[in-house]
Each structure stands twice: as C-alpha cells, then as structure tokens.
C-alpha cells in the first residue's frame, strides 16, 4: 500500500465526493508521537482493503489543508488523526494511541 499525498484544496473535495470509504492521516512532521503512530500504522495497514485509498496530509507544510479538511468533514484540528470517511461523510475520528488499523477495521467490517 502507498500514501497519496495530499497537497491541494481541490483534493479534500474531491475525497469529499468520492463514493465508498477512504482514510485520511494528518501527521505533524515534528512531532515524535505522530511518526510513531504513522510508523505503527504502516506495519498493520495490508491487514486493510487493497482498494481503500490512504491519503497523507502533511499538516506542517500544508496547515490551510488541515483547516479545509477540519471544516469540511466536521472534525476538530489533531495530530496525528486518522479520519475515515464513506461517502463524503467523516464516520471515525482517531488520535494519537487509538490510530490503529484494528479500529478502522472494527468500522469497515
């Protein structure tokens, strides 16, 4: 599995309107607990659907992403958070420790 990169607006929107689920990581660059949730989350993550896309917001580099992706699904700003979205809608919010590919997985299923 591989992260796409998440550099534009129109891509938020664009994941706002996609049918199905996608999954949403906003990781802080500069923060040691984000990387070892992102780095514990890629060790798990081929337990997921192969065809489920896996965004990566650099929220660091792109911080009004970040605020565009708070206002358009509903969630308040952290790091590191997974977001899971179906439908355009946001139906999971992880942060920190509870990143896990079983809590995704315990949605999906």
Not at 22 to 32: A, D, E, G, Q, V
Not at 52 to 65: G, K, Q, T, V, W
């Amino acid at each position: 599995m591989e992260w796409i990169a998440i550099e534009s607006v129109n891509q938020v929107r664009d994941i706002k309107n996609q049918k199905g689920h996608s999954l949403l990581f906003k990781h802080s660059t500069r923060c040691s607990i984000s990387a070892m949730v992102k780095r514990r989350f890629e060790k798990e993550w081929d337990q997921l659907p192969a065809n489920l896309p896996l965004y990566y917001l650099d929220l660091i580099a792109y911080r009004e992403i970040s605020n565009e992706v708070a206002a358009t699904f509903f969630v308040h700003h952290e790091s590191p958070q997974l977001l899971l979205i179906e439908n355009g809608e946001c139906i999971l919010d992880l942060s920190h420790g509870d990143v896990t590919v079983d809590e995704v997985l315990n949605v999906l299923t």
